[in-house]
T-cell receptor, first 110, second 110 residues
Framework: GQQVMQIPQYQHVQEGEDFTTYCNSSTTLSNIQWYKQRPGGHPVFLIQLVKSGEVKKQKRLTFQFGEAKKNSSLHITATQTTDVGTYFCAINSGNTPLVFGKGTRLSVIA | DVKVTQSSRYLVKRTGEKVFLECVQDMDHENMFWYRQDPGLGLRLIYFSYDVKMKEKGDIPEGYSVSREKKERFSLILESASTNQTSMYLC?????????FGPGTRLLVL
């Protein structure tokens, strides 16, 4: 079935540094979603990207969908301790269930 | 707001016991899912259902079964719990392509 690779698996940053996580697929995607899971919590939907080259922003978070619709990134500017958690991308094709990346766990050192 | 609830946050069971994990959603969603989450392995799909009395195997269905007698309720059953089923179990439902997760059940099998 369809798979998505997500890197890095872990990232430790000093507070105020930037952070980026990447998702890559070998096939063209119809859309890609991003979720955040706080420590001890459950994944929460952040955003969905649909169009080729799409860029969306949510405050300090910038989401990009590649021109070929095979990759996506989530960039956080000037990380804060509230950004700590695991960030997942998720893809689907038609009526099949979402396929989640393995996630990137972000630690922020104050 | 969409609400997905799970019957227990924490559960401790003995090897060989039959375990029921209940999930209820209040948004009339047709699609419901059960995942388990383990460190380093991300979210793995156990079973899903697109309608009442309908069920489909996910990526790791062995040792599990499910029941969907009513639209709002999706139950995960461990027929004979084993220690390798110690995990975090997450239920989700889908509305307009977005997945809404329950708070999770952390199951410990001794």
């Amino acid at each position: 079935g369809q798979q998505v690779m997500q890197i890095p698996q872990y990232q430790h940053v000093q507070e105020g540094e930037d952070f980026t996580t990447y998702c890559n697929s070998s096939t063209t995607l119809s859309n890609i979603q991003w979720y955040k899971q706080r420590p001890g919590g459950h994944p929460v939907f952040l955003i969905q990207l649909v169009k080729s080259g799409e860029v969306k922003k949510q405050k300090r978070l910038t989401f990009q969908f590649g021109e070929a619709k095979k990759n996506s990134s989530l960039h956080i500017t000037a990380t804060q301790t509230t950004d700590v958690g695991t960030y997942f991308c998720a893809i689907n094709s038609g009526n099949t269930p979402l396929v989640f990346g393995k996630g990137t766990r972000l630690s922020v050192i104050a | 707001d969409v609400k997905v609830t799970q019957s227990s946050r924490y559960l401790v069971k003995r090897t060989g016991e039959k375990v029921f994990l209940e999930c209820v959603q209040d948004m009339d969603h047709e699609n419901m899912f059960w995942y388990r989450q383990d460190p380093g392995l991300g979210l793995r799909l156990i079973y899903f259902s697109y309608d009442v009395k309908m069920k489909e195997k996910g990526d790791i269905p062995e040792g599990y079964s499910v029941s969907r007698e009513k639209k709002e309720r999706f139950s995960l059953i461990l027929e004979s719990a084993s220690t390798n089923q110690t995990s975090m179990y997450l239920c989700a439902s889908t509305g307009e392509e977005t997945q809404y997760f329950g708070p999770g059940t952390r199951l410990l099998v001794l």
